[in-house]
């Protein structure tokens, strides 16, 4: 079995994180936009800890055409930039990834539901 999200914040701290990642699945792989802030929720300061889980995140550039991924590692936010984030746009950024509005397909099969 796979995991694979969009747009996930870091849900827990180091202790969950490892506990998901030792879990039984195939991967767990994060896809975040590049103009996405929720990836980048909550900080990481000293004192919470949060992480992500899972140990591959792909950055997606949305400008590019095609969208163009980028292999960031654990944590994103140390290894890729996420220098395009607009306040403006934050909403849009985190519900659209793929040129494909991905919000309102839960339990769907694909990024379409096609």
Known sequence: M???NYGSPRVGNTEFANFINNANFGGIW???N???AVPLAPLRLPVFDYMHVGVSSI???ESSNPPNPT???RDPSSECTFANLNPLTYEKNHIH???ELIAFNV?????SGR
């Open 71 to 73: 292999f960031c590692g």
């Open 107 to 111: 339990g769907r099969i694909g990024l």
């Open 2 to 4: 796979y995991l694979i």
């Open 34 to 36: 590049f103009a996405d």
């Open 59 to 61: 950055g997606i550039d």
């Open 30 to 32: 994060r896809s975040a």
């Open 97 to 99: 990834y793929y040129d």
